[in-house]
């Protein structure tokens, strides 16, 4: 089946340790972004990449990286300089440049760092 | 990026028609509005978008006024399972934003027996 697909669900991390989520996609989308959601909150955009080897930052990238050497991946590196890690992680792919085509959501790893 | 406000949160009984308002008073002239709705602890889902005209799917109808300031989703007859957040978006016009999904704080509607 198409989609995309975010690894592991749960994930549990000590203080002061990076942690790298994964997210795949076989949609063939140039497009992918990454989101972070606190509880009661709506999602908010960490990074984006429109095309292999490259990325922009979003609205909340610090304490945060990416990578984009293959266009199926995108993982999203949680490092120790990211104050507030624990939270709820989606990652999305959509068609780019197409802006009347829908973004596709992974079902989001949920991090909590202790 | 254009903004929206939805109120916080609407109920709804089993049955009846949902209608979920959204402002989006600074929309711009090429950018789409989108519609997604999250069930707790799940990814977003996407709904139906628009741009100038009404479009209906098999999930919903997307009403958008003429002037383009705002727009509601109408779940024609809402279930149980219809009970989640939804997100009125703007999606970001520029080619080189990479058509970027910004979303706001949501609608918790809550469909009711």
């Known amino acids: 089946d198409g989609g995309i697909t975010q690894s592991p669900k749960y994930l549990f991390r000590k203080e002061g340790q990076n942690v790298t989520l994964s997210c795949e996609q076989n949609?063939?989308?140039?497009?992918m972004y990454w989101y972070r959601q606190d509880p009661g909150q709506g999602l908010r955009l960490i990074y984006y990449?429109?095309?292999?080897?490259?990325?922009q930052k979003g609205d909340i990238a610090e304490g945060y990286s990416v990578s984009r050497e293959k266009k199926e991946s995108f993982p999203l590196t949680v490092t120790s300089a990211q104050k507030n890690p624990t939270a709820f992680y989606l990652c999305?792919?959509?068609?780019?440049?197409?802006?009347?085509?829908?973004?596709?959501f992974g079902q989001g790893t949920r991090l909590t760092v202790v | 990026d254009a903004k929206t406000t939805q109120p916080t949160s609407m109920d709804c009984a089993e049955g009846r028609a949902a209608n979920l308002p959204c402002n989006h008073s600074t929309i711009s002239g090429n950018e789409y509005v989108y519609w997604y709705r999250q069930i707790h602890s799940q990814g977003p889902q996407y709904i139906i978008h628009?741009?100038?005209n009404n479009e209906t799917n098999e999930m919903a109808s997307l009403i958008i006024t003429e002037d383009r300031k705002s727009s509601t989703l109408i779940l024609p007859h809402a279930t149980l399972r219809d009970t989640a957040v939804y997100y009125c978006?703007?999606?970001?016009?520029?080619?080189?934003?990479?058509?970027?999904?910004?979303f706001g704080q949501g609608t918790e509607l809550s469909v009711k027996p």
């Open positions: 628009g741009l100038k």
């Open positions: 990449s429109q095309i292999v080897n490259d990325f």
């Open positions: 949609l063939n989308h140039d497009a």
């Open positions: 978006i703007v999606r970001a016009a520029s080619y080189n934003q990479g058509g970027k999904l910004i």
């Open positions: 999305a792919s959509g068609e780019r440049g197409y802006l009347d085509t829908e973004a596709f």
